[in-house]
């Protein structure tokens, strides 16, 4: 989304839901004829762009409590006993009256009855003047309602959720019952497949940068299909979904995107809607400015508030112990010019970096002293310890433009900056993945090696020659690099991205339970950090090499994770409570 779609977007939400009264005065569009409410291209598009506001509600993709869920951060102060909803989300406690639960449920449903909506006036229009645009607008309302569902089959009841293929007209018809996986599946991919077949691989204005486009639909369709293949049988994956989704993904490849290797665009807000990106939430803090903190119209988001550590007890997102090691210990290529640090006195004194590019970009450590955080050094800005984590994660935070998140206008819930749910390094290991499955490893290894290489890190594998880089000089064989890619490429990568990026992968890969057990027991001690920089400041690190020194803190975590979890009852969110108490349908 964009400036013009701001606009369209405050006025779509002013006339939907400024009034707590007159609209009860008003007749139902839904219940009446349509025309008199869409008379031209000018209105649907106002209602396609109040369908791409539903990913504005923060219930909708619940990033910081998919994080909580998953192996890639902790919630809130306390560690080991953590309280609030976060506590929820990370011991696996949750049921179907869970608020959270509840409201994600709804926001994804009135995103498919907002393109529903635009779907029915598009084809009710008797006049119309532009059929390239209509041909347009129905493409990203049916991406939309796609992709809504996608949303709901990925995350609820073992995907047999309700399709809603229409805007409701009767009674009856509110109350639908749920269908089957495969059904799903199938409707969404015909939306999906409509779109990828009508949308532009780009727009000739700027002005409409973040709309859906052929690389978004097909790069949708070719992750349900790897999905699919990989959930049913982990270890033997179906061959003909695989094959389709690495065609999906290796067409994408040729639309022209780029993995972003300068660090100034990576995480920032000057990044936004890069090069990369393939799918990405705009969001803005001037924009209906006027509207409550905790309303989900409002189009600010309130993300860094969690992920800067300054949050309360239950909105604090930290990442946990075993991700935030794999990130210090991040190999760097010896043969790479910038991965060094040059004495200013005598140039040819030169000191490796203290970490990696990709976790100068991805997260905050006390040992990074060489890149700006809140216009300071990371420790200079934030103390860590056991009560207040060991990292940070710089993805949904201001850190590049910012002293303090308090700084933002609004206040410091009030963050403008993008949600980047799909882009090309997460599809490019994806394409990896389908490759290792057909026993490809030298064309997964390109594939991954071309992620690694924008981060100057080793290369996995052997060199093939090429000197100008260094190689781990590992062959791998299709299990063990399948392996490296779930337990390091992967989650490293794209760690709190995306669309619950971690628990779907965990989850197909047959992985979640054993894997919430391997992290409990996995064991972490507290540690003292001397900064390069001489400063005496106290600070305190963590290392995964026993010490061997009692007076050492120890830490673990994901301990009731691994108690509690159970696959039928947490792997896929439950029906809400709501939809089965007010639904009769689903008794059917």
Not at 12 to 26: R, V
Not at 90 to 103: A, E, L, M, Q, R
Not at 146 to 174: C, P, R, S
Not at 302 to 307: D, P, Q
Request: proline share 3%; aromatic share 12%; charged share 25%.
């Amino acid at each position: 989304m964009n400036n013009k779609l701001y606009k369209y977007l405050g006025v779509a939400l002013i006339m939907l839901f400024s009034s707590c009264t007159d609209w009860l005065n008003e007749t139902n569009p839904n219940m009446t004829d349509g025309d008199s409410y869409w008379r031209n291209l000018s209105e649907t598009s106002s209602t396609l762009t109040s369908s791409y506001a539903a990913l504005v509600n923060s219930f909708a993709l619940n990033v910081a409590e998919e994080a909580q869920r998953s192996d890639c951060a902790t919630p809130g102060f306390g560690r080991p006993t953590y309280s609030g909803d976060g506590a929820v989300w990370y011991n696996h406690t949750y049921t179907s009256s869970f608020t959270y639960i509840v409201k994600k449920w709804e926001a994804l449903y009135l995103g498919i009855y907002r393109a529903n909506q635009t779907i029915t006036a598009l084809e009710n229009l008797t006049d119309i003047s532009d059929q390239v645009e209509w041909d347009n607008q129905m493409a990203q309302a049916r991406f939309l309602r796609g992709l809504y569902h996608f949303y709901l089959h990925t995350t609820f009841n073992k995907g047999n959720i309700i399709i809603k293929d229409k805007v409701a007209g009767t009674q009856d018809e509110m109350y639908s019952s749920l269908s089957k996986s495969e059904d799903v599946m199938a409707f969404f991919r015909a939306d999906l497949q409509y779109a990828y077949e009508h949308l532009p691989i780009t727009y000739p204005e700027a002005k409409d940068k973040g709309r859906a486009t052929k690389g978004a639909a097909a790069t949708i369709l070719g992750t349900s299909y790897l999905y699919e293949a990989t959930l049913a049988d982990p270890k033997n994956p179906d061959a003909e979904k695989i094959k389709m989704a690495k065609e999906k993904f290796e067409e994408v490849l040729t639309f022209g995107y780029r993995l972003v290797e300068d660090l100034s665009l990576l995480y920032t807000t000057a990044g936004q809607m890069n090069e990369e990106s393939i799918l990405e939430v705009a969001f803005s803090n001037e924009m209906n400015s006027e509207y409550n903190t905790w309303s989900e119209d409002r189009l600010s988001n309130r993300l860094a508030f969690s992920f800067d550590g300054r949050g309360s007890n239950q909105t604090n997102v930290f990442p946990s112990c075993w991700i935030t090691w794999a990130y210090l210990n991040e190999q760097l290529d010896p043969l790479i010019s910038t991965n060094y640090l040059v004495d200013e006195d005598d140039p040819s004194v030169r000191t490796i970096k203290p970490v990696s590019k990709r976790a100068s970009a991805m997260i905050a450590l006390i040992q990074d002293e060489h890149t700006e955080y809140y216009q300071g050094l990371v420790h200079d800005k934030t103390q860590f310890n056991a009560q207040n984590g060991f990292s940070r994660y710089k993805h949904y935070c201001n850190h590049d433009i910012l002293e303090d998140e308090k700084d933002l206008p609004g206040g410091k819930q009030h963050s403008g900056k993008n949600v980047t749910l799909n882009r090309l390094g997460d599809l490019k290991l994806m394409l990896a993945e389908c490759y290792i499955y057909e026993n490809n490893v030298s064309e997964a290894l390109k594939q991954i090696n071309d992620v690694r290489k924008r981060w100057n890190l080793v290369l996995t594998g052997p060199n093939g020659g090429d000197v100008s880089r260094t190689y781990d000089e590992l062959v791998y064989s299709k299990e063990s690099l399948l392996e490296r890619l779930q337990q390091i490429e992967k989650p490293l990568e794209t760690s709190v991205e995306g669309y619950s990026i971690r628990w779907n992968d965990l989850r197909r890969w047959g992985m979640l339970e054993s894997n919430f057990k391997k992290r409990y027991q996995e064991t972490y001690w507290g540690a003292d950090h001397v900064l390069q920089s001489g400063d005496s400041k106290n600070i305190t690190t963590l290392t995964a090499i026993d010490p061997q020194n009692d007076n050492y803190p120890v830490y673990k975590d994901y301990q009731l994770a691994a108690s509690n979890f159970r696959y039928d009852t947490h792997a896929w969110l439950p029906i809400p409570s709501t939809e089965i108490l007010t639904n009769p349908g689903l008794n059917e």
